[in-house]
């Protein structure tokens, strides 16, 4: 089929198929209905091909035989891709390079996603993108023109641009690329017209490049000049290599020097294959749901994590050398130079100087004074003809008409605005000129006005909503201009938005203006004897033109009256403009070179400017050429984009000649993409008259205004130069011609010589402007009086720009004139030639490599299928991560893309760009068509896009992240240290003069009257006896009454009553353990001690919850058998719970031990009560679930349970007469010593306040402190935070209410984990306004080997007398990098890296502390990091465990140091912490030892080598947007997992994606695995407001988290 011969179609079909292709272009027409229409029109002309099935997309089929498509569409032979970007070369090489990556078979797990993300609802989402304020779409996303490509009308407007018409170029570019790679597909036709001629010639040497190859640089430079285009000579032909293209060459030969067609003859090269063998890579989803072992995978989570992990262990980059310390250890790599690398090797370059400015007799002194010669001698010659939407002239504006236009604006502008004592505006003001793009007449008489009254024109876009993306910058550069005026035209004013009183309402940002119209009819004439003053162009300011900078600022850059005459005279000289030549103009009239050439030059030649306005350009892509034709204009000045345009629309038009024109000024020519489309133009128009060299590419600059420009030579005189560079090469700065890597090369053409009257030279883009070698690239800067000669009012900045001065090696300055940094980068090549390539702002220094942005959008873009984003529509832009730039690729995605496309279309680009620039892309987002931030032309604004990008509110649609690729210098992992023997330890203690870390509380001191009872039994007996009607407990309910209560004498009697209970129905025996399953109350406490009556042993579980049975009463079902409970005793309400048909669901009700249930006491007392007699038995067993998942349960015997309440009697000072309030949950811990066993053996009264009464009503806690005038109340965090988020706004409406805590003395918060100091922070700040006094709140610590062991109540001012014993609460600041080398480095606070550590507590009486090394269990010296042990009475005895494991439990009980002081028995509490002498002194004159928790050590996550605490992770996770409320992160499979809650519309889901990873990677140096969004709630906690990590991780590798979106980083 491949060799079929062409069948030209007619005509009329041949209109049709671009109608078709129109539509679907513009989206009037699905894919599917444009392939259905169109194989209907061809199928007719066409034998059918065997095998072939007609109506096949040939989207499918294109890059396998290229002519198969090209055959239809000769007249779009530049195909669609973005002018700037089409380099043929770059589809090729992106194919090739995608080819390598699938043999490597990328598997890249797909994000999921829930439903409802995936559905765009909004309307919005579904209109093709159009420009907002679309006077003119052009500009790149600096706002500054330079990018004709980013305006969305590439889809729109021309028809271009859009997957539709790819079916005529894909063939070509396919074809073009081959022949530049020196191999070509095997069948071109000759239906491609004469493409095949031109472009290959840009291959410059590399391929099938006609021409002399002039090899003039020794170091390396390469460039061909071709000498005419038709002339192809095949044994030019390099040796061809195969290098990943198919084997097949195609030589060009001509017979005759001009024939009219080339005959292509087709060679085979030995054993090649056709194209058509190849085929293309196929990226199915099936390939890319393979796990990396090519298994196929179900999409289940774990397997997603699986593939994700076989994906991450594919090799990396090589592994960089050098480190640099920041400021700690913890090295960060940084990138050495690789001695293999390229270097600059060439001489010292020299500055080159341009021509002599010839001053012509006649040029005009001025520009003022050429208006005004102009306007009186020639009144009539045209001077503007401007057009409207018809493309028919709408006005003709001529010298004259401009003359007393202009002179009637200078004098309404000098004498009739403000008084004539005082002048609104004096000579030397700045005023805006506010000119539609349709409106060049207006804009030039304003203009000229303003020069002729001695005023500065600050000319800025239209603003057209107050919301415009960067019109408040604009506002600040008139501000600090000082405007106050705005002139502007009738029909914009008029469509200015009003307010409704009719005012135009101040612009967000802008100074106040006042709004001048331009228009004639509104002006008072001059009077006769007015004349304004024209005087030589000297140093006064011209004019200012704005510039949009990197960072989204703009700058005004002054221009003087002498640079702006220089310049015309400058472009004069290489345009060899003449008087009343005619120019057609496309280009922005109010700045750069529109500006330049088709208001200032143009009048002081007194030439004829035909302006095309951008409305008519979106209309009639080809009217610039018909005007040319129409006028015969001699001169044309478009961008890229306008030349692209052309090609796409042009149909086979007759009548186009455009053999008049001799220069056509390409404005973005010096845009390393530019080259294809003045290729491809030279192509299709040189048969209707188009010279090739008239194509006059120009470079230029706002500050530099023009940098170079092409003449137009004469047939015959030198050719322009191409240069094919290398991508690597260009990425260390140094020019390499490409021979090796065909893949990654950059085709320049140049833009002709130093401007007239200049001196160039290049500099090093950092640093110190040192010249450049020969052969690397640097910033152009230029010496010239035609430059801008400052930002205006910004002195250091302009000396960085206007004021350079270049050295030589030696450093001494090159030259005693100042020079203009261009902002260009490039290289001045053989004979003076120039080349660009790239922007100084678009570059992105990778890893010490640099990359242009306008290169990577070209490779995504030439990445196929298009058919998933919008083509202008992508920015490219670097942020800082990690002491290095980070690639962020954003685009547009078409609103009927699929989910998997869209991913598909996101890998390739990463393996494409990847392959292309070897550099990977950190972020790629696509987000819903026509939401990016456009700039007042049309384009995308970059800066505001990375502003919202690094906000979280860009809102994306699809993201794909790639740290683990991208970021090579993270510290090395850490290797841990053989272990260090005791002598060694003991030395270097002594030597550094440490303590050993060692710790406490106070003797127990004397026995008090009830301290002489062993038993809790006796004591609750004794004070039945002693004091029977003391209330010991009070329970209220949730509206803040009295539930009920309980004297010593009622809870002995109804204690008695259960013993009886169990005796007889349960006919348990003594040490028998007994399940009690209340809810928090007083219930519970009866029973308690009814079980101590009776001598059993009492275990408290948290009863099953009603509404979520399935999950809760499995974990009271595990503790009573863990237990070996024999039987239950529980509520009437819970004994039926227990029975229910839920709870039979969840677990096997057959065998629960029997159920007591206690609400119906027997009447009789039982015989006898039981007597302990061994202290050391058992009393109760504390079970409690950790936050790792796991269920332990402690043995607390008598004797530890009596020193306990001791203990916290005396650290509290609880005596009868006492009230304490207690809002904790009675199950296990602290938590249960203070609900059930304080109050008997202290005596005084426990307000007890359940938690969860607290959902209800959130202020219950606080108000019972008030209303019982509490001085000591106890909480757990989870309280803390519920009075926190639930009472914030109404601390007033409860002040109002009385509520009165300054009598609270001590607000311990009960917590088996780090002090939470944010929370406890908050709190005091809040309630400070209801008397909370600051230094009240403070924390205890405990947890399973002693259940509390600090406990800080405090001294409070004048509270001192009557209170407690106990120095503040001290916080200290951590380097939170040195914590995880398991060292303690105390820093200020607010320093990098500080993470604030609240001290535990007070450590309790007869508590000792040590700190030990958990590995060598030798003793750490003072502030050090080490795991915390402890020896006290009150330590539980062991872990009761079913399978009695005895080598875990006298580790964890029975454990000695290994040196030092090695008799005592220590507890292992498991919890990392350090000790630090402060400066404050306690009761007893001793120096205070403050015990600081770091955190658990089963908790801690290794990574790398270091030990991470996940509530540091989260900590910084919580910070980093808004809508996080909550965070959890595990580890699986050496993957960081976090886990986040949204608080917000799901479309900020995938925000949260690289906010999360950055975060993570800047303050703790871990590449984040997988990000997974959550709606609130989803995070279990447990009882004590911790959170469950590894209940969540089982939730999540289970699938049940159901989450918004689960991000796999790559």
Sequence with gaps: MADRDPVPLPAEVRAKLAELELELSEGDITQKGYEKKRSKLIGAFFPQAPGMDPPMG???????????????????SSGSRDERYRSDVHTEAVQAALAKHKERKMAVPMPSKRRSLVVQTSMDAYTPPDTSSGSEGEGQGDGDGEEGGDCEEEDGGGGGGTSSSREGSISMEHWISRAIHGTSSTTTTTSSTASSSSSSTRSGGSGAAGGRLADVLAQHMHISAHHHLRHHHPHHHHKTENHSAPPDVTGYTNSTANAATDGIQVERAPGGGTAAQRQTPKYGNAELMETGDGVPVSSRVSAKIQQLVNTLKRPKRPPLREFFVDDFEELLEVQQPDPNLPKAEGAQMVAMRGEQLGVVTNWPPSLEAALQRWGTISPKAPCLTTMDTNGKPLYVLTYGKLWSRSLKVAYNLLHKLGTKQEPLVRPGDRVAL?????????????????????????PIEVPLTRKDAGSQQIGFLLGSCGVTVALTSDACHKGLPKSPTGEIPQFKGWPKVLWFVTESKHLSKPPRDWFPHIKDANQDTAYIEYKTCKDGSVLGVTVMRIAMLTHCQALTQSCSYTEAETIVNVLDFKKDVGLWHAVLTSVMNMMHVISIPYALMKVNPLSWIQKVCQYKAKVACVKSRDMHWALVAHRDQRDINLGSLRMLVVADGSNPWSISSCDAFLNVFQSKGLKPEVICPCASSPEAL?????????????????????????????????????????????????????????VKPEGVPQLCKADEIGEMCVCTVATGTSYYGLAGMTKNTFEVFPTSNNGAPISEFPFTRTGLLGFIGPAGLIFVAGKMDGLMVVGGRRHNADDIVATALAVEPMKFVYRGRIAVFSIMVLHDERIVVVAEQRPDSTEEDSFQWMSRVLQAIDGIHQVGVYCLALVPSNTLPKTPLGGIHLSETKQLFLEGALHPCNVLMCPHTCVTNLPKPRQKQPEIGPASVMVGNLVSGKRIAQ?????????????????????LQWRAQTTPDHVLYTLLNSRGTIASSLTCVQLHKRAEKIAGMLAERGHLQDGDHVALVYPPGIDLIVAFYGCLYAGCVPITVRPPHPQNIATTLPTVKMIVEVSRSVCVMTTQLICKLLRSKEASAAVDVRTWPPVLDTDDLPKKKPPLLYKPSNPDTLAYLDFSVSTTGMLAGVKMSHTATSAFCRSIKLQCELYPSREVAICLDPYCGLGFVLWCLCSVYSGHQSILIPPS???????????AVSQYKVRDTFCSYSVMELCTKGLGLQTDSLKSRGLDLSRVRTCVVVAEERPRTALTQSFSKLFKDLGLHPRAVSTSFGCRVNLAICLQPHRLGKLADQGTSGPDPTTVYVDMRALRHDRVRLVERGSPHSLPLMESGKILPGVRIIIANPETKGPMGESHLGEIWVHSGHNASGYFTVYGDEALQSDHFNSRLSFGDTQTVWARTGYLGFLRR?????????????????????????LRGMRYHPIDIETSVIRTHKSITECAVFTWTNLLVVVVELDGSEQEALDLVPLVTNVVLEEHYLIVGVVVVVDIGVIPINSRGEKQRMHLRDGFLADQLDPIYVAYNM
């Design 58 to 76: 040939q989207e499918r089929r294109t890059p396998v035989t290229p002519s198969s498509s090209s055959r239809y569409h000769r007249r779009r």
């Design 434 to 458: 506010v000119f539609p793009n349709n409106d060049p007449a207006a804009f030039m008489t304003a203009f000229y006005g303003c020069l002729l009254a001695e005023v500065v024109p600050v």
């Design 999 to 1019: 710790a406490s509380g106070r003797d127990l001191g004397q026995i008090e009257d009830n301290d002489q009872f062993l038993f809790l039994s006796e004591v």
């Design 1478 to 1502: 402060t400066e404050l002194t306690d009761a007893s004159g001793e120096r205070h030892d403050a015990l600081y928790v770091v955190g658990a050590l089963e908790e801690a996550m290794e």
């Design 706 to 762: 023009t940098v170079a420009i092409r003449r137009p030579v004469e047939e015959g005189s030198t050719p322009p130069g191409r240069g094919v560079l290398s991508m690597q090469g260009l990425s260390h700065g140094v020019i390499r011609v490409d021979s090796e890597e065909k893949l990654s090369v950059l085709t320049l053409q140049d833009v002709g010589s130093v401007m007239p009257g200049a001196m160039m030279c290049v």
């Design 1253 to 1263: 009464e607290l959902e209800v009503n959130p202020a219950l806690w606080l108000s």
